[in-house]
């Protein structure tokens, strides 16, 4: 049965109730479908929440920065293994993945030279001292 603010609006009977997003989705797959180009795509929470279109973006390789609430939780992960290396943001996650872990190696090992360093001053009988400003 069909509303009567629907019947008025001159709806069809048969038409689905749809979210934003699924209707969003709609919109830009019809755009792209029709060969207009599409450089960026922004959107706020409303949208940015929902995991499918975010991943219709990446299917479509679409650039895109999205609002999401702060209450909800994107893994690093969730990318790059739902999306795979092939994608841009499966990609940036991976080159972003690779940066902090040589980040850490580098600090472990800076951290390792500091400690070999001190223990090397300490077995020669130098102290370090620290002068703090007055």
């Not at 919109?27 to 960026?40: E, F, K, N, Q």
């Not at 990318?79 to 080159?95: I, K, N, V, W």
């Amino acid at each position: 049965m069909i509303k009567p603010g629907c019947a008025e609006a001159g709806i069809p009977q048969n038409t689905e109730f749809a979210t934003k997003p699924v209707l969003a989705r709609a919109m830009l797959a019809r755009t792209l479908d029709a060969g207009i180009p599409v450089s960026w795509v922004t959107a706020d929470e409303a949208y940015g929440q929902d995991y499918k279109f975010r991943h219709f973006l990446e299917l479509r390789r679409l650039n895109y920065v999205v609002a999401v609430p702060k209450s909800q939780r994107v893994g690093a992960d969730e990318g790059s293994a739902l999306l795979g290396l092939d994608s841009p943001a499966g990609r940036r996650l991976d080159e972003t993945r690779r940066f902090f872990a040589f980040i850490r190696e580098e600090i472990n090992r800076s951290m390792a030279k500091w400690r070999r360093l001190q223990e090397a001053e300490r077995e020669a009988g130098y102290t370090t001292s620290r002068i703090w400003p007055r």
